[in-house]
Nanobody
């Protein structure tokens, strides 16, 4: 079982930026990965994904143009650069490997992102 540890969240004002990191206990190189978020009372939402080779990325409409997903060459760290943050981005953010379009591993503890003035 791979352990996933997210970090980098915090409280930021609208329009601000944060960079999230996800450390995996082993390399997940060559596997598609994604950043999910869960707002209170809602299901996990996939907001950004990246292919195993990092050649392809995909974003939800709300994240497109504001968020950038990336990964390191070793394949054990995933990043999410978030700019122009909005209050509706407030959620707990998680990373996970994507298999068959679904998250594969047990969720980590996530990292809280709060966008508020």
């Amino acid at each position: 079982q791979v352990q996933l540890v997210e970090s980098g969240g915090g409280l930021v004002q609208p329009g601000g930026s944060l960079k999230l990191s996800c450390a995996a206990s082993q390399s997940l190189r060559w596997f598609a990965m994604g950043w999910y978020r869960q707002a209170p009372g809602k299901q996990h939402e996939l907001v950004a994904s990246i292919s195993g080779t990092a050649d392809f990325t995909k974003y939800t409409d709300s994240a497109q143009g504001r968020f950038t997903i990336s990964r390191n060459n070793a394949g054990n760290t995933l990043f999410l650069q978030m700019n122009s943050l909005k209050p509706e981005d407030t959620a707990v953010y998680y990373c996970n490997q994507i298999v068959g379009g679904a998250p594969y591993y047990t969720w980590g503890q996530g990292t809280q992102v709060t966008v508020s003035s």
